[in-house]
């Protein structure tokens, strides 16, 4: 045997031992507010990022099967050669619109939005300014750029002024944060980061991946819910979450930015074009999104009653003005279990503990859909209330 593949045993030994080795669970259906799997029947899901039901919606899943024949099915090119259709262009035109800013940029996932933006506008001479909680394609992304680093305590508005001030000296000062922590369901301060912003001559980068379609009285994200859309200068989002969730990101902005990640951006210049399928089927998720609120009023009532029926049970839930709605357990081996019981009652949520999650701070991680019903909602209630007696709670 070669000596490489005794190491990886070894490391795959090591994962196995920490309890952190992670099966996948295979699903038989599309992805819904109901899925099937091969070992149980039935699972309400409570874990997607599918926060408006398009996964599988009707409207979609039509235009992506027009789009396979109008526009084929692969561009076997990068954008700047010959992978540029009307279709991706009518696409960063939509997204342009619905963001309120001047261009966008299409990228194959928001990873790669994020890894290829900040060596492409920053350089050495240059600070970044990022949340401890962001997410790990906004870490890679930093790592892969000159610019002086500063981390910042999770939404800490006074330790990010201190960075500001260590920064003051660099050309550039950008400030990148998660529009929702995903881990707590919490949503930045952005108003605060804003004033920061303008008080030090800093410019604010939000990802919005988990926020784009599910926050903001319109649905355009944190970014609306704090008031700043005309403050932000720049917005990377995912087309994997909440609008369609097959893949794809983008990055909107000012003009000049756009401009530049066009010409130098590597995953964009490096990385083959989205396909127009995707490209077809998410024009229609943001036209829904442009021209009705009921997708987003429908994903908030139901988040609404939810966390009211959580809290007038006695849950410990994390903030709640989110649809990732962390139920606190704190003990390690209760969410264990707690998450095991919830599975074999039909309910597919997952169970948060140490190392993901600071010691003594387990939980069940839940996420609602506009696709859910009332009714499937009360049943997880009712049975997390089930299994809170069971374990003796
Ligand atoms: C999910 C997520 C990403 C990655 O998006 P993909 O399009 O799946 O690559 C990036 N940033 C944040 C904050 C996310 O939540």
Known sequence: MKSAIKIWQGNIQEIKD?????????ITTPQSSKIDTTKNKDLINMCANNYLGLSNSDVLTAAAKESLDKWGYGLSSVRFICGTQAIHKELEDKITAFMKQEDT???SSCFDANT???ETILGADDAILSDELNHASIIDGIRLCKAKRFRYKNNDMADLENCLKEAKDARIRLIITDGVFSMDGIIANLSALCDLADKYDAIVAVDESHA?????KTGRGSIE???VMDRVDIVTGTLGKALGGASGGFTSGRKEIIDILRQRSRPYLFSNTLSPTIAAASVKAFDMLLSSTALVEKLHSNMEHYVEKLKSNGFEI???????????VYDELIAQKMAAMLLDKGIYAVGFFYPVVPKG?????TQVSAAHTKEQLDYVVDTFIECRKELGL
């Open 18 to 26: 920490s309890g952190l080795w992670k099966d996948e669970r295979v």
């Open 105 to 107: 940029i299409l990228y």
């Open 116 to 118: 290829g933006l900040f």
């Open 212 to 216: 784009t379609g599910v926050i903001g």
């Open 225 to 227: 819910y704090c008031n």
């Open 318 to 328: 994390l903030d709640g003005r989110h649809p990732i709605i962390p139920i606190m």
């Open 361 to 365: 701070r387990a939980r069940i991680r």
